[in-house]
């Protein structure tokens, strides 16, 4: 898979290569971790630059995580239904995908709801990029019974591949065990 974080920041206008710049540090090293100071020596605008197009780091942090939702669920999307003529087994596949690019770091909405848990718009964006992600899972689904139950399911597991994949450093066993969990949900 195709880094989601853009690349080629210093081509962009001001405002854009501020959100690339905050994009690959926020993605990589945590929201939390990456000061401001940092995102503007690193995007090469002045503060009043930066302060122009966000008045404060939430506003750059909500910008980034919309940003990444529209990303990743473009990709998501196109994955799923590249992998479509496997069944529910494309989710597995997707994921695969996405575990095995060099920038994988996990879900940037879990990671941001877990580092930033009193932020109601943070914890707000995570819940409509999960809705989205288990809308798509379902309709990747059209055609199974219970379909928006198997979504949920679903969609639940793919959230704990995510966090397993991130959190042993690979992937092998966390899609394995998804691969079987959909076979057993499926079959």
């Keep these: 898979m195709k880094t989601l974080i853009p690349e080629r920041a210093a081509e962009l206008p001001p405002r854009e290569r501020i959100l690339a710049t905050a994009h690959r540090l926020f993605y990589r090293e945590g929201i939390r971790a990456t000061g401001i100071d940092r995102i503007i020596a690193e995007s090469g605008v002045s503060k009043v630059t930066f302060y122009r197009y966000f008045p ?8 980034y995580l919309e940003q990444r939702h529209g990303l990743w669920q473009a990709w998501f999307r196109e994955a799923l239904t590249r ?6 087994a494309a989710l597995a596949l997707a994921l695969g995908e996405w575990f095995a690019s060099e920038d994988f770091r996990g879900c940037a909405f ?10 109601p718009a943070v914890a707000e964006s995570a ?3 999960k809705a ?5 899972i379902a309709e990747s689904l059209a055609g199974h019974a219970d379909q928006a139950e198997l979504a949920a399911m679903l969609s639940l597991a793919a959230d704990g ?3 397993r994949a991130q959190l042993d450093g690979s992937a ?3 899609l394995q065990t998804l691969a079987a969990l959909i076979a057993r949900l499926t079959g």
């Design 56 to 63: 404060s780091k939430n506003e750059l942090i909500l910008a």
């Design 83 to 88: 992998h479509a003529a496997v069944g529910p």
């Design 110 to 119: 879990i990671n941001g709801a877990g580092e930033m848990p009193a932020d």
């Design 127 to 129: 819940r409509r990029h």
């Design 132 to 136: 989205a992600m288990r809308d798509a």
């Design 161 to 163: 591949a995510i966090v």
């Design 172 to 174: 092998e066993t966390a």
